[in-house]
Structures are given as C-alpha cells and as structure tokens.
C-alpha cells in the first residue's frame, strides 16, 4: 500500500477517541446539529418525494430514518435521502479549503451505519463523524487546480467511507480495500453546477452511499485498488491533477478538520456569502436606497467567477438561484438579507429585484489562489459610492457565526420543513449531550420529527 494511503487510514482507523482535542469534539457536534438542522429543512424542496419514491424501490428492509420524515429505508438508501435533503437547499455547512460540505455525507452515512449496528454510543458517533471529516478534508484541502469534478461529492464520499469503517472498527488491511471500492463510485462531474440543477444533491447522496456500499463489499471480502488515492490512476491523478497531499499529510493528529468548518448563514452557494456579508455592513453603515443604486461592482476571486458568476436568466428555478450572484446581490439589497422564502415563485420573478439584479457587474481579480472564497470587494454606485473589502466570510472560523445566531438558523429550518416543527430545544439538547449518551434514541427521535 503506498505510504500517503497508509497514514491516513492508520490516522482514521487507528487513533483512539480519547485523542481528539475537547474543541475539535465540540466544533463536531456544533456541524452535526447545523447539518441535522439543514436536512430536515430539505424535506420542502420540491424533489425530496420523488427521491424518497426512487430509494424505496432499492430495497425495502427498514435500518435507517430519514430526517425530518420517520420513514425507514435501508441504510444506504436513508444516507443516500438524508446527504439529498441536506444539500437539496444550498444551507448545508462547508469547509472552505477543501471546498468541500463533508459533514453533509459523512454524518448521512455514520448516523445510518449506526442505527444500523444497533447500541453505538454518541461518543462513537461523534467520533466516527471526525474522522471521517479527517478523511474528506484532507483529501479536498490537498487540490491545487480548478475544480474539474464536483468536490463536495467527489471528495465527500471519503468522509461517508471513513465514518463507517470507523464504526465497523475496520482494520488497516480491509479499511484499505474499501477505500479502493470508493474509485468506481466517482459522484459527480460539475456540469449540474454549471446549469444550476437538482442534481448536485443527488451527487451528495450518492457520496453518502457510496461509503457504505464500499465498506459492505470490503466485509464480504472484495478488495480495491490499492493506489486509491496517489496511484496512475487512483482519485487525485483522475479529479485533482494539480495536487499537493504532503501538508495534510504533515497535520495528522495536529490540527482537526472539523474545527475548520464554516456555517452558512445565507441558503445560497458558499461563494455568495461575502458578497451578502459585505452589502449588509454597508446597508448598516448608510442609507442605500435601491432605486438609487446605479451599479454594483463585485470584485471576485476565479473561484467565485466559475461557481456563482452565473448570468441572470428569466426563466430562473430556485437551484439556479441560489447560485447566481446577481439574483442574491440584488435581493439583500432589497430585503437586507437572503433567507429560504427568498427563493419562492414570488421572489424569483420580482421585476424590482430582477431589475436590480442586471445592474450588478461581476469583475474578476487576480488571486492566484484558483481555490480561494476570499476576498472578495463590493462597490456600490448610488448617492456616492460606498465599498468595502470581506477578508473572512461570516460563519468562517476567523469570522464565526454567533451560538444565538446558530440556534435561530435551527429554528428556521425546522420551520421551514415540509412538516413544519417547531421542537428545537429537544434537537439542540440531544445533540450537546450527544458524548455522554449511551446510544442514539434521543437524537434519532428528535431528527425523525
């Protein structure tokens, strides 16, 4: 087995619990009550029974819950659902160096391999749910090129993988004949990005359930390649071209992924948020009256050009939406922020905002980071000219997203579920008190609804 494959399945596999630092645990469960939260919302999006109808035809044995909902399925086809419904709305956390939403697979997988297993304590599920993140974000955070195949997939899929064997208590030699299981389940390429379209979710579900497939085929005895990840032709000479493990590699053990995920404040793609961030401290700085605004100027990084530097259109659905800058700049400067209802029939064909929207000019900068969310420049012309530069995105590490703030989020997701809910202190308490619970029934029946 090459070495890089070596140590990040000995680090995933073989490290105990008690290794991980309280803060890295505590970043965990702040990520699984955001992501829980997310899913649950996902229940409204308009695909999310078409899916479920797909996934219960795929087997019909009962392991897993879906968010939100109480239906069972089994368990790949519950983690396949629940990573759909928790990216289905552009909400779901991200880390922002890997460019990758790994807790939206990775707790999708581990929540539904542990109710599988029966009896699995919340300490291993948060656990299992961290080194999994390890997993995904190191592999993500090592690209140095564009984005060529959809990463928070692509990538995502080894945080499900690494959750799961994890909690079968995999050991080296089979963990690595999963992982080379991983290779034939690639999900996703970028041109639903490009067109704005559903299937960006479904390629998160399948990254969910792509790790417990692999991992049931290494338990039966199959093997993969060995060179899954550094080899001619394994995952980063296939996705990543332009690549650099070794400074991942070198943080094993020393600094935690999961400290490095950032909320998102906004149901919008992460590339949207600092522009978002940047019109609100203005609009809170002066009066800026919309009718007046002759231009916005956006001074944007590559990777903000390529992921949401999208044209406006007239027929726009809500998945384009909440991908086009123009639409999203337009509307906080309209309603003074950017929330579920934004993304209505009403709201999408508001002449005002649209208006509004085919004044915001999109300018590329000369970042030579092909990776990077930041910074990004807002100029407003209206009365004067307003700018300001966002170096660290709200909801970033650097820039975090207040706890009350969090909680509020919460409470609008579960609102805005397809069942509306408002039982948000039982799903925040089972999840604080998840490393201390001897299993999963209290969080479980608080996701379930």
């Given at each position: 087995?090459?070495?890089?494959?070596?140590?990040?399945?000995?680090?995933?596999?073989?490290?105990?619990?008690?290794?991980?630092?309280?803060?890295?645990?505590?970043?965990?469960?702040?990520?699984?009550?955001?992501?829980?939260?997310?899913?649950?919302?996902?229940?409204?999006?308009?695909?999310?029974?078409?899916?479920?109808?797909?996934?219960?035809?795929?087997?019909?044995?009962?392991?897993?819950?879906?968010?939100?909902?109480?239906?069972?399925?089994?368990?790949?086809?519950?983690?396949?659902?629940?990573?759909?419904?928790?990216?289905?709305?552009?909400?779901?956390?991200?880390?922002?160096?890997?460019?990758?939403?790994?807790?939206?697979?990775?707790?999708?997988?581990?929540?539904?391999?542990?109710?599988?297993?029966?009896?699995?304590?919340?300490?291993?599920?948060?656990?299992?749910?961290?080194?999994?993140?390890?997993?995904?974000?190191?592999?993500?955070?090592?690209?140095?090129?564009?984005?060529?195949?959809?990463?928070?997939?692509?990538?995502?899929?080894?945080?499900?993988?690494?959750?799961?064997?994890?909690?079968?208590?995999?050991?080296?030699?089979?963990?690595?004949?999963?992982?080379?299981?991983?290779?034939?389940?690639?999900?996703?390429?970028?041109?639903?990005?490009?067109?704005?379209?559903?299937?960006?979710?479904?390629?998160?579900?399948?990254?969910?359930?792509?790790?417990?497939?692999?991992?049931?085929?290494?338990?039966?005895?199959?093997?993969?390649?060995?060179?899954?990840?550094?080899?001619?032709?394994?995952?980063?000479?296939?996705?990543?071209?332009?690549?650099d493990l070794a400074p991942g590699l070198a943080a094993l053990g020393r600094t935690w992924q999961a400290q490095a995920l950032s909320h998102k404040p906004f149901p919008s793609g992460r590339l949207t948020h600092p522009v978002i961030d940047g019109l609100q401290r203005?609009?809170?700085?002066?009066?800026?009256?919309?009718?007046?605004?002759?231009?916005?100027?956006?001074?944007?990084?590559?990777?903000?050009?390529?992921?949401?530097?999208?044209?406006?259109?007239?027929?726009?659905?809500?998945?384009?939406?909440?991908?086009?800058?123009?639409?999203?700049?337009?509307?906080?400067l309209r309603f003074g922020t950017v929330g579920l209802a934004d993304f209505t029939p009403a709201r999408l064909t508001d002449a005002a905002t649209l208006a509004l929207a085919g004044k915001v000019r999109l300018m590329a900068d000369d970042n030579p980071d092909p990776?990077?969310?930041?910074?990004?420049?807002?100029?407003?012309?209206?009365?004067?000219?307003?700018?300001?530069?966002?170096?660290?995105?709200?909801?970033?590490?650097?820039?975090?997203?207040?706890?009350?703030?969090?909680?509020?989020?919460?409470?609008?997701?579960?609102?805005?579920?397809?069942?509306?809910?408002?039982?948000?202190?039982?799903?925040?308490?089972?999840?604080?008190?998840?490393?201390?619970?001897?299993?999963?029934?209290?969080?479980?029946?608080?996701?379930?609804?």
């Open positions: 087995m090459p070495e890089p494959e070596r140590a990040l399945l000995c680090h995933v596999l073989e490290t105990p619990g008690e290794a991980i630092p309280a803060a890295a645990r505590d970043a965990a469960r702040v990520f699984i009550l955001d992501t829980l939260a997310v899913g649950i919302a996902g229940t409204a999006h308009e695909d999310q029974p078409g899916i479920i109808a797909a996934a219960s035809r795929w087997g019909a044995a009962g392991a897993a819950t879906v968010w939100g909902e109480g239906t069972r399925l089994p368990a790949a086809q519950a983690a396949f659902v629940n990573a759909f419904q928790a990216h289905a709305l552009e909400f779901d956390a991200i880390h922002e160096r890997a460019v990758v939403h790994a807790m939206t697979p990775t707790l999708a997988a581990a929540l539904a391999e542990a109710e599988r297993q029966g009896g699995v304590s919340g300490a291993r599920l948060v656990s299992a749910v961290v080194f999994g993140l390890e997993l995904a974000c190191t592999i993500g955070a090592a690209s140095r090129g564009p984005m060529r195949f959809f990463r928070p997939a692509t990538a995502g899929m080894f945080g499900a993988y690494g959750a799961v064997a994890r909690l079968r208590g995999f050991d080296l030699a089979k963990g690595a004949a999963g992982a080379g299981l991983l290779l034939g389940q690639i999900p996703g390429t970028m041109q639903a990005h490009h067109e704005g379209g559903m299937a960006l979710a479904v390629q998160m579900g399948f990254a969910a359930g792509a790790g417990l497939r692999a991992a049931d085929l290494a338990e039966a005895g199959a093997r993969g390649p060995e060179g899954w990840l550094t080899g001619a032709s394994g995952f980063l000479a296939m996705t990543e071209p332009e690549h203005l609009r809170a700085g002066e009066t800026i009256d919309p009718a007046s605004v002759r231009e916005v100027r956006l001074h944007l990084p590559p990777l903000a050009m390529r992921l949401v530097g999208r044209p406006l259109r007239d027929d726009l659905t809500p998945n384009y939406a909440r991908l086009c800058l123009p639409f999203v700049a337009a509307t906080t990776n990077a969310v930041v910074p990004q420049t807002i100029e407003i012309e209206h009365v004067t000219t307003a700018r300001i530069t966002v170096e660290h995105t709200l909801g970033s590490p650097a820039n975090p997203l207040p706890r009350d703030a969090q909680i509020a989020k919460v409470a609008a997701c579960l609102a805005a579920a397809r069942r509306p809910r408002a039982d948000v202190a039982a799903l925040v308490a089972a999840v604080e008190t998840l490393d201390t619970a001897p299993d999963l029934g209290a969080l479980m029946r608080a996701a379930s609804g």
